[in-house]
């Protein structure tokens, strides 16, 4: 089973940008993708990169953040602007399997997630 390591949180200001990367610890050819789990509610889907290079967003991420993969390293990564304090949350990378993209049980291999923390 592939192993996932996100690393790239931090603690900014509202407006700020960061950039949060997940390492694969072997080819991964499938989708992608970025969830994010706040203090207390259900982890979210975030964003997905297809094989294919099409992505999808959720709505409260759409137009601000980017997800991309470099698939010769063996790389996804999360670009993130005009962050706000409602991005406050964990965010973790895992590997998309079937289903529903936006649902959490269509992914596995989840890594440890990262922190990102939006000060207003």
């Known amino acids: 089973q592939v192993q996932l390591v996100e690393s790239g949180g931090g603690l900014v200001q509202a407006g700020d940008s960061l950039r949060l990367s997940c390492a694969a610890s072997?080819?991964?050819?499938?989708?992608m993708g970025w969830f994010r789990q706040a203090l207390g509610k259900e982890r979210e889907f975030a964003a997905i990169?297809?094989?294919?290079?099409?992505?999808d967003y959720a709505d409260s991420v759409k137009g601000r953040f980017t997800v991309s993969r470099d698939n010769a390293k063996n790389m996804m990564y999360l670009q993130m602007n005009s962050l706000k304090p409602e991005d406050t949350a964990v965010y973790y990378c895992?590997?998309?399997?079937?289903?529903?993209?936006?649902?959490?049980?269509?992914?596995?291999?989840w890594g440890q997630g990262t922190q990102v923390t939006v000060s207003s």
């Open positions: 895992a590997v998309y399997y079937s289903g529903l993209y936006y649902e959490r049980e269509s992914y596995g291999s």
């Open positions: 072997r080819r991964t050819p499938g989708a």
């Open positions: 990169v297809w094989s294919t290079g099409n992505t």
